[in-house]
């Protein structure tokens, strides 16, 4: 029986995949994806569908998980593809640090899921009717999984988030050179002192979140009608290779699988 819920969840999709767009945080609904290395730039976590999934995570094989945190950057591999649920919060959410602190404290220690819970949560992503939707979808996992504590009320890594906003479009203004001399500005200090500092507060290098950004930009085009090159030309990348090599390396698969709306259904979720 959870089997059968888990698969009729992803059944109703057009696609083999749907991505679902939030406010700084993202979800995949995948029925299956290339098993490559992919590292995501937040904090990710994994729920399986139907049977355990099977990971090669930093080169350790872990067998049989239900469900896993991962903090930003860990190199991850499906041994086998399967049916799961793969939610990402990006450092710009309320909640980030609250993923992240449970990233930190987890590790990549397994937590347990039923198959038939998981199925219903896929069930809810799949009809959220805007972000502020999603947003409450979050803060149920991490209920569900005991994670409570406040928002995020980082005013020194909202200062950071505005200035880079500021800047321009993502790729074109905001280069890491130029981007700790002006926060100096308004928080004084050395670019290494900053540079420790967002390491400790997000869990990325300021290069590593800035490519991040060009590639979020290239995802909010992927449901339009840009082929992959404007795709990357209007985020921000040098070329279509540049995209293709980030792609590749955060979701394991080219941007032309990303944008081919067979294999996944990108939704853009409105604000409310």
Known sequence: ????????????????????????????LAQ????????????????????????????????????VVLAPGLRRRFLRACPHISVT????????????DWSQVRGKQTMAIEPALSADWARQALTLPH?????????????HFGQYGPVDGSPKLRALLDLLDGLGEPGHAAQAESVWPAFSRRYP????????????????SLRQFLLWRKLRAAMDLLGGPMDATAIA????????????????????????QAADRKTVQVRTLPIS
């Open 89 to 100: 919060v990006e450092p710009g959410h309320a909640l980030y640090r609250r993923f992240l």
């Open 233 to 256: 030309h209007a985020a921000g990348f040098a070329d279509s290779s540049h995209l293709w090599r980030t792609c590749t390396r955060v979701f394991g698969l080219p941007p032309s």
């Open 32 to 67: 299956s994806l290339p098993t490559g290395f992919n590292a995501r730039p937040g904090v990710t976590v994994l729920l399986a569908m139907d049977q355990a999934m099977d990971l090669d995570i930093e080169g350790q094989v872990h067998p049989g998980l239900r469900a």
């Open 189 to 204: 200090g050395t670019t290494a002192a900053h540079a420790r500092w967002m390491k400790r507060e997000v869990g990325l």
């Open 1 to 28: 029986m959870h089997r059968d819920a888990a698969l009729n969840a992803l059944n109703t999709l057009s696609a083999r995949s749907a991505l679902l767009l939030g406010r700084a945080c993202f979800v995949v």
């Open 131 to 143: 972000a502020l939707g999603l947003d409450q979808w979050l803060a149920q996992l991490l209920r």
